[in-house]
């Protein structure tokens, strides 16, 4: 997916630095043009797929994949999407303070605004190194445990009613829960940052425009 965004990017660069004059108002394109869609396509690319698989795709798994299942695919879909994201913005981050260079002639607000996107870019990859494998780990050995008692291949909600049920009477599966909340809350409030970090970043984009 990510080598996807990489060839797609550069193949935007390359029309735009071979297009015809005539395109860009009798001049030809800049680095600082090729600069500003390297720019504008990763952040868009990041922010789409931070909201697209991380939320509405992560509740449509919840409703409608029984538990084991949509364990398995979000083990798959996560750290693909968290290396995308993280990629993304960071090149995002770098396009931004290239385009805003010399860093002392800078306004106070573009200068938060890169510290927003590189904290963003910096929760994703702690996501994919550090909370997303520990979070998949613990589901895995839950699912295990969940496989031995004869549960977890029902929907979400039914899943979750009975594991609970189980857990009165497994301390494995009770442990395991205790710590697989902990590992998923931590890898959520990573996310909501990282989210809240790129909503920043649209709504100064948004302040920049002239519709």
Same mark, same amino acid.
């Given at each position: 997916?990510?080598? /996807?965004?990489? &060839?797609?990017?550069?193949? &935007?660069?390359?029309?735009?630095? +071979?297009?015809? &004059?005539?395109? +860009?108002?009798?001049?030809?394109?800049?680095?600082?043009?090729?600069?500003?869609?390297?720019?504008?396509?990763? +952040?868009?690319?990041?922010?789409?797929?931070?909201?697209? &698989?991380?939320?509405?795709?992560?509740?449509?798994?919840?409703?409608?994949?029984?538990?084991?299942?949509?364990?398995?695919?979000?083990?798959?879909?996560?750290?693909?999407?968290?290396?995308? =994201?993280?990629?993304?913005?960071?090149?995002?981050?770098?396009?931004?303070?290239?385009?805003?260079?010399?860093?002392?002639?800078?306004?106070?607000?573009?200068?938060?605004?890169?510290?927003?996107?590189?904290?963003?870019?910096?929760?994703?990859?702690?996501?994919?190194?550090?909370?997303?494998?520990?979070?998949?780990?613990?589901?895995?050995?839950?699912?295990?445990?969940?496989?031995?008692?004869?549960?977890?291949?029902?929907?979400?909600?039914?899943?979750?009613?009975?594991?609970?049920?189980?857990?009165?009477?497994?301390?494995?599966?009770?442990? /395991?829960?205790?710590? +697989?909340? =902990?590992?998923?809350?931590?890898?959520?409030?990573?996310?909501?940052?990282?989210?809240?970090?790129?909503?920043?970043?649209?709504?100064?984009?948004?302040?920049?425009?002239?519709?």
């Amino acid at each position: 997916m990510f080598l /996807l965004v990489v &060839a797609a990017v550069l193949l &935007a660069a390359a029309g735009i630095a +071979f297009t015809p &004059a005539g395109l +860009f108002g009798g001049l030809p394109p800049t680095t600082t043009t090729v600069a500003k869609l390297a720019y504008l396509l990763c +952040f868009a690319t990041s922010w789409g797929a931070t909201v697209w &698989a991380v939320f509405i795709g992560g509740i449509i798994m919840f409703l409608n994949l029984p538990r084991h299942m949509m364990g398995s695919l979000r083990g798959k879909v996560f750290p693909a999407c968290f290396a995308l =994201t993280a990629a993304c913005t960071a090149a995002s981050a770098a396009a931004f303070a290239w385009l805003h260079r010399p860093w002392r002639a800078a306004s106070p607000a573009e200068r938060r605004q890169l510290v927003v996107l590189v904290a963003a870019a910096g929760l994703d990859l702690a996501n994919l190194l550090v909370f997303t494998p520990r979070t998949l780990e613990i589901v895995r050995e839950r699912q295990k445990v969940e496989k031995g008692l004869g549960i977890g291949r029902v929907g979400s909600f039914d899943g979750m009613r009975s594991n609970a049920r189980a857990a009165e009477t497994c301390a494995a599966l009770a442990a /395991l829960n205790g710590r +697989f909340w =902990t590992a998923h809350a931590l890898s959520a409030l990573d996310t909501a940052a990282s989210a809240a970090g790129l909503a920043a970043h649209s709504s100064y984009l948004a302040g920049k425009l002239a519709l």
